[in-house]
């Protein structure tokens, strides 16, 4: 990745042609413009309208988002969460000879769902048909992955510590981490408890979730919306892979035990809004 970054961005102002442009100028708009931008997080539409309309965002372990209205989608789910915070700031700004395209650099930190990151970001901007610097393309990663575990990890099913599930599933449920943490980047292992009747609306997660049944009956479907016809039955020793961002739903049969685990943070996306536990 920041390979290809270092070549885009050496493309781009090696290629710089046409009538000549006050850089010096461009480069000074380019920073007032991202700062502007930085302070308008508390505003989505205003966030928003910084973005080309077939711009890309590229969030670091997930797919590329592209276009007004995925973007859109994903920076609702985001800045709805919990507690979510942004803050970044350029450091740098360098635009093209032709000043039709630029780039500024920086940090960031960001709060998710009670978890933050901090990390480094740069943002290619274009100028677009009438005048406007625009950003084309959002790129950012973390400072720092998660820590490897420091030694093996062996858990006697007696040791196990049940507990309520996060504010993003309903209540009803327990949980029980294994290895690492499912709210903070890096592998977890976690354990769920649940009764009858349980179910969780339609939802998707930023990473891929790998579910096992490990006693007890439960069904998934696939889809935007909760439909009866497209739920498979799961028993004892069933296993699910759920790529990230596919939509899903989730109804326990029976009162059933099963163990997820992935890459974290393990974040709880909505279809509707209105579903999340979070929020009532």
């Known amino acids: 990745m920041r390979g290809w970054i270092g070549f885009l961005?050496?493309?781009?102002?090696l290629s710089g042609c046409g009538s000549s442009a006050n850089v010096e100028q461009e480069r000074e708009a380019l920073m007032r413009l991202d700062r502007e931008w930085a302070a308008s997080v508390k505003d989505l539409d205003k966030f928003l309208s910084f973005y080309a309309p077939d711009a890309s965002v590229y969030p670091p372990g997930m797919p590329v988002t592209t276009g007004e209205g995925p973007i859109r989608e994903a920076l609702s789910q985001m800045f709805s969460s919990p507690g979510f915070s942004l803050e970044f700031s350029p450091t740098k700004a360098e635009v093209s000879a032709s000043g039709d395209v630029g780039y500024t650099a920086g940090t960031y930190q960001a709060t998710v769902n009670g978890v933050t990151e901090k990390g480094k970001y740069v943002e290619i901007w274009k100028k677009q048909p009438d005048g406007?610097?625009?950003v084309a393309e959002d790129i950012f990663n973390a400072d720092s992955g998660g820590a490897p575990p420091a030694?093996?990890?062996?858990?006697?099913p007696g040791a196990l510590?049940?507990?309520?599930?996060p504010p993003s599933l309903p209540p009803g449920s327990k949980i029980a981490v294994i290895s690492g943490d499912p709210s903070k980047p890096g592998p977890f292992v976690a354990r769920?408890?649940?009764p009858a009747g349980y179910k969780i609306a339609p939802h998707w997660h930023p990473g891929d979730e790998n579910l096992t049944v490990l006693s007890g009956t439960i069904a998934v479907g696939m889809g935007d919306a909760w439909d009866d016809s497209k739920l498979q039955t799961l028993g004892p020793g069933g296993y699910v892979g759920i790529p990230a961002e596919m939509r899903h739903f989730f109804l326990a049969k029976t009162a059933s035990t099963f163990q997820v685990h992935g890459i974290g943070p393990l974040v709880v996306n909505y279809v509707n809004p209105a579903d999340d536990p979070s929020k009532k």
């Open 9 to 13: 961005l050496i493309g781009l102002f």
């Open 161 to 165: 510590a049940w507990g309520d599930p």
């Open 132 to 134: 406007q610097w625009k």
């Open 151 to 156: 030694s093996h990890v062996m858990v006697a």
């Open 192 to 194: 769920a408890q649940v």
